[in-house]
């Protein structure tokens, strides 16, 4: 198991940017897929974006596709999603998630570490 910390997010206008940060511990990150989910008020959490173990292979969903950049330092134990050209529909708590596979794609069951989310607000 790897404990996970999220932060960075906030309240941001439409169109804006944030950059949210995830901190493991343990060391063994860098062989773990990791990746980040949201969950808006009323519905049910959804995928985001992931990333491999070495930061080569990236998935993200299309509705942020363009948009959000997911990335990671193994050296820094840390995992980033960069959030630009920010829409109200973004507005949700944001978590992120570690995987035992190396490669992992945007299933939910995938992941067995959890953060205990951050907040997004955007305004229109």
């Known amino acids: 198991q790897v404990q996970l910390v999220e932060s960075g997010g906030g309240l941001v206008q439409a169109g804006g940017s944030l950059r949210l940060s995830c901190a493991a511990s343990?060391?063994?990150?860098?062989?773990?897929?990791m990746g980040w989910f949201r969950q808006a008020p009323g519905k049910e959490r959804e995928f985001v974006a992931t990333i491999s173990w070495s930061g080569g292979s990236t998935n993200y969903a299309d509705s942020v596709k363009g948009r959000f950049t997911i990335s990671r330092d193994n050296a820094k134990n840390t995992v980033y999603l960069q959030m630009n050209s920010l829409k109200p529909e973004d507005t949700a708590v944001y978590y992120c998630?570690?995987?035992?596979?190396?490669?992992?794609?945007?299933?939910?069951?995938?992941?067995?570490?959890w953060g205990q989310g951050t907040q997004v607000t955007v305004s229109s």
């Open positions: 998630a570690a995987s035992p596979l190396r490669v992992v794609g945007g299933v939910e069951a995938d992941f067995g570490s």
């Open positions: 343990g060391r063994t990150f860098s062989s773990y897929g």
